[in-house]
C-alpha cells in the first residue's frame, strides 16, 4: 500500500469537523502547518487535503481527555485566502487541536443557510436530494418541538411537502443523484460530516461544497 493509499485507509469511517473562516486577516492554515507538534501527509490524490496526526508530546490529558489525541485521524482542506476546514475521527478532537494550539479565538464558522438549501431543492432539485433531515417544528408548542426524517429523497415526500412550512432544518444529508450515495452532511452552523470511502470521497466533499457555495446558500463573508 502506498503512503497516499494509506491516508485514506480509513474506509468507512466518518469524519466530523466545521467549516472556518478567520475575520481579522490571520491565515489560521499557515498557522496550522507552522506547528511543530503536527505530522502532516499528503494525500496525493487528492492534493489539496492533507492528512495529519499528532505528535504525542501534544495532548489534552489536563482536559479530562483518556483517549491518547495521537492516535486519531485529521483532514485539512486549505481553501481561498483564510478559508478552511478540518475534520477528523471524533468531533471533539479538531476543537480541542484548535484551542491546544491558540487557534480558534481567531477563527469563526460561516453559517450555511440549510432552509433555503432544502427549500430550493424541494422546488427544483439540482444534482442533490436530502437524505437525512432534522428540524426544529413550529406550531405545536412543547408537545413537539424538534424532528428526524430518514429517506432517499425526503423532500419529495408528502408528509415533507404538507408541512413544509412548520419544518426549520437545521442539519441535512446531501445526496448525489447521479452516484446515488449519500456525500455530506452539514449544518447551519458550518458544522460537516462525511463519510471517508476512499479518495473519491473528499472529491465529493469538494463539489458539494462549491455547490452550496456558488449557490449562495454557504457564505464565507459574514
Known sequence: MSEADDAIAETGQTFSGALYVSPFGHHPVRALLEQEELRFRVDERSLSWQRFSVFPELN?????????????????????????????NHRNAVDRLLEALDLARH????????????????????GYSISVVWARVE?????????????DDITESGLFRQNSSAIYPYRVTMRDVRLDSNVLSISSRGEISFNLAGPHSLNQVDDALRHLTQRGYLRWEG
Request: charged share 25%.
Open 60 to 88: 489534552w490529558a489536563d482536559r479530562g481527555e483518556n483517549r491518547q489525541e495521537e492516535g486519531y485521524s485529521f483532514f485539512l482542506r486549505d481553501g481561498a485566502a483564510d478559508r478552511f476546514l478540518v475534520v477528523a
Open 107 to 126: 477563527l469563526k464558522s460561516p453559517l450555511i443557510k440549510v432552509r433555503n438549501f432544502v427549500g430550493d431543492i424541494a422546488a427544483s432539485p439540482a
Open 139 to 151: 406550531g405545536y408548542g412543547s408537545a413537539l418541538r424538534t424532528i428526524a426524517l430518514f429517506g
